[in-house]
């Protein structure tokens, strides 16, 4: 009796968390690749806001990254830069930020299938609109900063090194950018740390295990979480298992960049990339071949 009662429960909460979930037909329907490949995208949806250099205008992506599970067991987490030149279908050459901004999540996927060579097979969009909500829904996140900040216009208030923190840093986290020399690129790989940080803690012990815990995250990814048709609770809890086990394992590899401040004609600075280069570095990912860096000891 008691293994039905368990099984009906996950079941039960499995059905109402992907109901909670907002999908999107964001898969481009194109041939499969071996393995299995996420595109996890930071979004922020506030309206009217200007994407990038070129002018667009919308909700932004600015945190790209894909998550491969290659057919050998191994996994990578690659950062994909929203600077990088890219080309986009329809529309030419610009950052890819600009795809999404162009034509949202569809044609994001077309472009890093076209530029990766590797077949998307879900797409997880994380709101960070609803970064708050998610954070509280699973405790804390742990983040990290290099410096002292206590910054009055996003409200971040952070001493130098790593900290759990709650829904209302976490969000003030990814936000702030002034207080940063950086500014954007900062700003960039905040969220990006962000989003692994946040990936590590859903998949942890004391959320997995934890019931209550799946109820209130499954409640916030309403508000937090958008998906590809066919993508749902499950799918975004293997997600998060398979890139706790890349950066445990030290298997992030960073894309080869021919020149981080190519001059365009009408995007501004971009980064500039080798088509061969490309082509090998993703090669390697797709078959599990690619080298990773192993984590420092202790």
């Known amino acids: 009796m008691l293994l039905v009662i368990v ?142 900040v206590d910054d009055a216009r996003s409200g971040l208030r952070m001493t130098e090194g790593c900290h759990d923190v709650g829904g209302e840093q976490a969000l003030a986290f990814v936000r702030a950018r002034y207080f940063d020399p950086t500014a954007d690129l900062g700003r960039q790989q905040r969220q990006q740390q962000f989003v692994g940080a946040l990936m590590d803690r859903v998949s942890s012990p004391g959320v997995l295990l934890n019931p209550v815990a799946h109820v209130r995250l499954a409640g916030a990814g309403s508000g937090a979480l958008r998906t590809s048709e066919g993508t749902g609770i499950v799918d975004v809890g293997r997600m998060a298992l398979s890139a706790r086990g890349a950066m445990g394992a030290g298997s992030t590899p960073v894309m080869p960049i021919e020149d981080p401040e190519f001059q365009t004609r009408h995007s501004g600075v971009a980064i500039l990339t080798d088509e061969e280069d490309i082509a090998a570095f993703f090669g390697s990912i797709a078959d599990g071949s690619a080298e990773v860096t192993p984590p420092p000891s202790g």
Request: glycine letters at 12%; one cysteine or more.
């Open 7 to 148: 099984l009906g429960w996950g079941a039960g909460l499995v059905l109402w968390a992907d109901s909670r979930i907002e999908h999107v037909d964001a898969l481009s329907g194109r041939a499969d690749t071996p393995g299995t490949t996420y595109l996890i995208a930071g979004s922020d949806r506030r309206d009217g806001e200007a994407v990038a250099d070129d002018g667009t205008q919308g909700v932004r992506a600015d945190t790209m990254m894909l998550l491969h599970k290659a057919p050998n067991g191994s996994s990578y987490l690659v950062s994909l830069p929203r600077d990088t030149l890219v080309e986009i279908p329809g529309h030419g050459r610009y950052k890819l930020n600009a795809a999404f901004a162009f034509g949202g999540a569809p044609l994001l996927v077309e472009t890093v299938e076209d530029f990766t060579g590797l077949s998307v097979d879900h797409y997880v969009e994380i709101g960070f609109d609803g970064v708050q909500n998610v954070v509280d829904a699973v405790g804390h996140v742990n983040l990290c900063i290099d410096r002292d």
